[in-house]
């Protein structure tokens, strides 16, 4: 029975690669269909600007209302096509001219009488007969809701209107959006964006007439205001998000999903789910950006802060499929200058004030059109389940191997209890199941990609044929080419488009940036040598009762800082210094694509210069670890799953092209201090 076993294993060693390579084979149609997806729609990006924003500005103004009329223009000059406009309330409206808000006591002293005791509500007066047209029915349907009373008041021949309802309160009462000023945004060649909360009740026929009225007005995205989407209940019951669902369904309404939100918006992805993922996704320029471009200081700064806020939008776009860009804008009274100052200059020379280096130019010359944006086309064949398939036995093929390299023996048990247990996963849960499939994919293949890398030095210094060049360049790209079966089964298993959203997102890259190098530190330990297992267990005993120095302690130290700010720069909330920061900017506007500098500069140069030196020396074996830093990160570029296949793969090149040249620049130093050495050694004994 144990020959029988054995010598299925080892048929299994061999068949289980052909299984990979069958399965990235299937991957490749399936990248091909995201890649359509990416590039043959959703190529326009909308500029919104805040309105509401526009309107506190200008309350600082000395002609508010002029103010307005100047920045609506200066808006459409320098391209921005849509404006935000939110839910109305009296303090907005307020803002805007059309009425006046005062308290009690402010009421009084208006009318030059006493204050009622025991009375703090707030009197509402309109500015003309037309403001109180479009505005009675909108505030007193709005607190009639909301079971506060109203009544009609007047002063001087002015209409007005007693809210029973304390005065800040009143302010903060959310409404139904005003479109008479959506009408007037439009009629100024404005396209409209809306946002709406959860702040109202819910109620289908006025939403419903709502909607209609806001698809008179062309609006087709809705942003959201607050922390849940319009029509969630804080309970189980969702039928209210169901029949929000059904009325954006009904009048085309999409979403616009705000990105790196620390707390997801609830109800969000359920009502995305219910418009069939009719979103976009949107970069805010928030209001504490905008005060960065409001200080006072040097003019060669402030250039750079506005050249950094152009090439943010830039990158949002080309980088993260953004589709709509939200820029906020906060006034600022700054002591140092003596006045009140705003960033809407600074912001509209960000946009279009810098020649070819502004943002608009960029955007379009990257392959993109300013306007109202669209939503992705989804390219998805009916084929795909079945390819998928293939997919999943590649990947489970791959994690196998992985595994054997370290006990052979297991190869075919490891792969048949790997499909076994991943299909038991796929049953509790699909979406878990293609996650931690993609992940041990995405980890094993840039693992085993450098073992395999060690044995081939290990056997090429064993038995040398070739030149140590050409060597050293093909086992990198062979290498690398290895590490691609990770990024075809990421790509494979999670092609769905609430990645492409990040209403779903890839957890795990700690786990790929780390794994892969503690394992190939193992291998290269305690496996790479034909030992027995009994042999690397007295050689990691031996190990372990070793003296430790203080030596070793030192390396210590350094090796877990070094691995602690490596694992600090990962992920979405990496961190980088300023220097860092600056030159990535400059390959960002220099290469249009910034290659990873941890691939360029350090891995792929190393692995470059390990390989050429394993050829005389085995500790060179130590440089080529290295690699593996290079190759996770090769893996998890494509991880990223909201950036455009494109922009990853011309990342990848840069990175190979770019580490290339300096691996070979390593080698022609290494060339010259050798035969230095080997030419003035000599002298230096003989003296």
Known sequence: MKDVYVRWNRIALKGLWWLVILGMVAALPIAYERHQTEQDSGRKVDLVFDYRDLLEISDLQPDPQGFVKQQLSELKQHGVNSLAVYEATLNELKLTRRVEVYSAKEAALLMQTVPAPGENYTYVLFADRNAEQQLLPLITDAFTLSGVKTRPWSYQGKSGLVIELAMDEALLLTMEPDLSVMRELKEQGFSIVVRMSNRRPFQTNPTDKLFAELRKLGVKWVIVDGDAVPGFDYAPDTDNLSKMG?????????????????????????????????????????????????????????????????????????DRNIRMILLNARAVKSADQGKVVNPLEAMYTALDGIGADSAIPRIEKAGYTIGTANSFQLVYSSWQPIVKLLVWVGAIALVALTVAMFAPELALVLFLLGMAGSAGLYVLSSSLFAQALALAAGTCAP??????????????????????????????????????????????????????????????????????????????????????????????????????????????????????????????DGQASTFELMFRSFLENTLGVRPRTKEFLISHPLFILGAYLSYRYRSALLLMLTGVIGQASVVDTFAHLHTPLVISSIRVVYGLAFGIAIGLVLIVAWEIVRRSWHRWAPRVNES
């Open 246 to 318: 059904e009325l954006m369904n009904k009048h085309q309404l999409g979403l616009a999903a705000i990105e790196l939100q620390k707390t997801p918006q609830k109800g969000f992805n359920g009502l995305a789910s219910r418009i069939h993922h009719r979103v976009v996704r949107l970069h805010s320029f928030t209001e504490g950006d905008s005060t960065k471009l409001t200080e006072n200081i040097p003019a060669e700064e402030m250039k750079g802060r506005i050249q950094g806020a152009a090439d943010r939008l830039v990158l949002a776009v080309k």
């Open 447 to 572: 693992t085993i990609a450098v073992m395999l890398a060690l044995q081939a030095a290990r056997r090429k210094r064993e038995q040398p044929s070739g030149t140590p060049l050409g060597f050293a360049l093909g086992l990198l790209l062979r290498t690398t080419l290895v590490s691609a079966a990770g990024i075809l089964f990421i790509v494979g298993l999670l092609n769905q488009i609430t990645y492409s959203l990040v209403l779903e997102q890839f957890r795990g890259v700690s786990v790929l940036h780390l794994a892969p190098i503690v394992l190939v530190l193992i291998y290269w330990l305690f496996f790479l040598a034909p030992l027995s297992y009994g042999e690397r267990l007295a050689q990691a005993r031996a190990m372990l009762n070793r003296n430790i120095s203080i030596l070793w302690v030192v390396t210590a130290a350094v090796i877990a800082a070094a691995g602690f700010y490596y694992l600090s720069r990962t992920g979405n």
